[in-house]
Structure formats: C-alpha cells, structure tokens
C-alpha cells in the first residue's frame, strides 16, 4: 500500500542527547514536510523539501536538522539545542500543484517526550 | 505572513449540523483547506477551496469568501465518529521557494454528545 511511514511511535530521550526520526513515502511525491504540534496548537511548520538535495527552513527551524538524500526519505534530527523539544512531531508529502489541490499528506506521526 | 483564526471548541448532538468558521488575515492567498484530526493520530484531508463558493462533498461542505477572508466547514447528520479536531489550513501563493507551504490554524474541537 502507498504511504507514508513514521518511526517510532513514541520516542523518549534524555535532556542533552540529538535524537533520529524518521519519515519515509512511497507515494513518489516530491515535497515532503515536517510540522510540530502542541496541545492546543495548531501545526507548525519546521522543515519542508521540494526536490531531493534541497530543503528550506520553516517557521521553526532553530534546533531542528534534516536532509533529503532520497526522494523517498526525510529524517528530522531534534538537537540538544532544542529548548522544548517534546510534542507531537508530523510528516507530510505532497505532489507540486498541477491544476489541482497538492494536498498534503500525513504519516501516523511520532510523540517525542523529553526525560 | 497568515494569521488563522477558528473557534477553539464546539459541541453539537448526534444528527444535528455544526458550522466551523475560519477567518484569516494574509499578504497572499491560493487555496484553503480543511483537515480532520482524531486525537493522537495523523490530520486527513476533508476539503479544498480555491475560488469562492460552495465545495460539497457527502455530510460536509466548505464554503470560501476571499474578498472576507473566511472560510466555514459545514459538517450536517453529525455521527459520534466526527468528534475530532479541524484545522484550517491555508496555502501560500507560489513563489519561487514558497509552493506548498501551509499556515494551519489551531483547530476546532468538536464535540459530538448522543
């Protein structure tokens, strides 16, 4: 079946350590997005990539890392430096508009809670 | 820059209709759309509105008025399953790095009672 995928579900890490999650699409879209969310926020935009070796910051990019090594894959890496990195953490993929909607597509997402 | 604005909370009973209103304030404008977003899991996508008017798909239909800068979702024949949080989300004009990018609103709550 065509989706994308998140891993893991749940993740915990202590204060100081980077952490890996990961975010995978066969659905053969070219952008691909990542957003946090908080309780009572809506989604905020951290990281988005329109094409593979490329990617733009988003609204809140500062302790966050990605690449775009394959179309396929978006790791985001949550770095020390984020001040409050626990929260909701989302993946989306959508295709370029092409006459119609390019709707956004979301992965099961991965809570990341900070010991 | 957008600025989005929806109800944070609404509470209707089985069988009746509830419209979600969204306002919102931006530099740019192409598409508005509507997700839904049950409690710990991934938003899926409800509607898109691009030009005004009415979007009717099945129990929902979104309606679009740019000159105001407003949206509403109508959700009609509410079933317990549509408790769940909908966000409107707006979509940035296409620019040479800006395609794709969504400003989401913080989400209605709504809150079907039997």
């Known amino acids: 079946d065509g989706g994308i995928t998140q891993s893991p579900k749940y993740l915990f890490r202590k204060e100081g350590q980077n952490v890996t999650l990961s975010c995978e699409q066969n659905?053969?879209?070219?952008?691909m997005y990542w957003y946090r969310q908080d309780p009572g926020q809506g989604l905020r935009l951290i990281y988005y990539?329109?094409?593979?070796?490329?990617?733009q910051k988003g609204d809140i990019a500062e302790g966050y890392s990605v690449s775009r090594e394959k179309k396929e894959s978006f790791p985001l890496t949550v770095t020390s430096a984020q001040k409050n990195p626990t929260a909701f953490y989302l993946c989306?993929?959508?295709?370029?508009?092409?006459?119609?909607?390019?709707?956004?597509?979301f992965g099961p997402g991965t809570r990341l809670t900070v010991l | 820059g957008q600025n989005i604005d929806q109800p944070t909370e609404m509470t209707a009973t089985e069988g009746a209709i509830v419209q979600i209103n969204c306002t919102y304030q931006?530099?740019?404008?192409?598409?508005l759309f509507w997700y839904q977003q049950h409690a710990g899991e991934a938003p899926t996508f409800l509607s898109y509105?691009?030009?005004?008017g009415l979007e009717e798909k099945g129990r929902f239909s979104s309606f679009l008025s740019r000159s105001k800068g407003y949206s509403y979702l109508l959700l009609k024949e509410l079933q317990m399953k549509d408790s769940a949080s909908y966000l409107c989300?707006?979509?940035?004009?296409?620019?040479?790095?800006?395609?794709?990018?969504?400003?989401f609103g913080a989400g209605t709550q709504v809150v079907v009672t039997p």
């Open positions: 989306a993929s959508s295709i370029p508009p092409a006459g119609g909607p390019d709707t956004q597509y």
């Open positions: 931006t530099s740019g404008f192409n598409g």
């Open positions: 659905l053969n879209h070219d952008a």
């Open positions: 989300a707006v979509r940035d004009p296409v620019a040479t790095d800006s395609w794709g990018k969504f400003q």
């Open positions: 990539s329109q094409i593979v070796n490329d990617f």
């Open positions: 509105n691009v030009l005004d």
